[in-house]
């Protein structure tokens, strides 16, 4: 499986300000993925991290308050735009394949003041 | 409407005991399950089931998957408490996107 790198692993932020959370993969992976992960509920898929071209997002979720950027098969950035407290959250990336499964990123702890 | 559920949404046990914890999914085009351990942060891959009937394992965890029930199972064994966790059941769909359950807190008090 691939091992993803993620930073920062944990962040307080000022309302109003933006955070941009990047991945490294340690191979070239298919698919990447940004999840949100509210406390005490299970991951919401933000959005799908494509290669060249600009990400999919789910319904809820827009790439001017989630820009994702993508430039290879071992990189993707998630920005947090314009953050609120309704923001904090843990933030993470998942890589893989569907035939060798997928990991995800250690996460990022976001704290918004 | 596809879904996938796990329960029980939490169980306390005793160091020692072995627990069951199931996953069931409504999922189109259905082509595999995979498990997840989540403690602080992120997830961590256990197994990932395509075949039914089949056990997969892993010192103390094992898994199989009845794809007549739709159903996937995840035992542990003379359980640590370092076993506690959440564990997540996630069931990949179009586009590679997955379905998440939404976890199985277990708590393995000394």
């Known amino acids: 499986s691939a091992v993803i790198s993620q930073k920062p692993s944990r962040d307080i932020c000022q309302r109003g300000t933006s955070l941009t959370i990047q991945c490294q993969v340690d191979s070239q992976v298919t698919m990447m993925f940004w999840y949100r992960q509210q406390p005490g509920q299970s991951l919401t898929l933000i959005a799908t991290a494509n290669q060249g071209s600009e990400a999919t997002y789910e319904s809820g979720f827009v790439i001017d308050k989630f820009p994702i950027s993508r430039p290879n098969l071992t990189f993707s950035t998630l920005t947090v735009s314009n953050m609120s407290p309704e923001d904090s959250s843990i933030y993470l990336c998942?890589?893989?394949?569907?035939?060798?499964?997928?990991?995800f990123g250690s996460g990022t702890r976001l704290t918004v003041v | 409407e596809d879904k996938v559920v796990q329960s029980p949404l939490s169980l306390v046990v005793h160091e020692g005991d072995t627990v069951t914890l199931n996953c069931s999914y409504e999922?189109?085009?259905?082509?595999?399950l995979l498990w997840y351990k989540q403690e602080k942060k992120a997830p961590t891959f256990l197994f990932m089931l395509t075949s039914s009937g089949i056990e997969k394992k892993s010192g103390r965890l094992s898994s199989i998957l009845d794809k007549k029930e739709l159903s996937s199972i995840l035992n542990i064994t003379a359980t640590q408490t370092g076993d506690s966790a959440i564990y997540l059941c996630a069931v990949p769909h179009t586009g590679n996107q997955f379905y998440f359950g939404t976890g199985t807190s277990l708590t393995v008090i000394p």
């Open positions: 999922v189109t085009n259905f082509r595999s």
């Open positions: 998942s890589g893989g394949t569907a035939n060798y499964g997928y990991t």
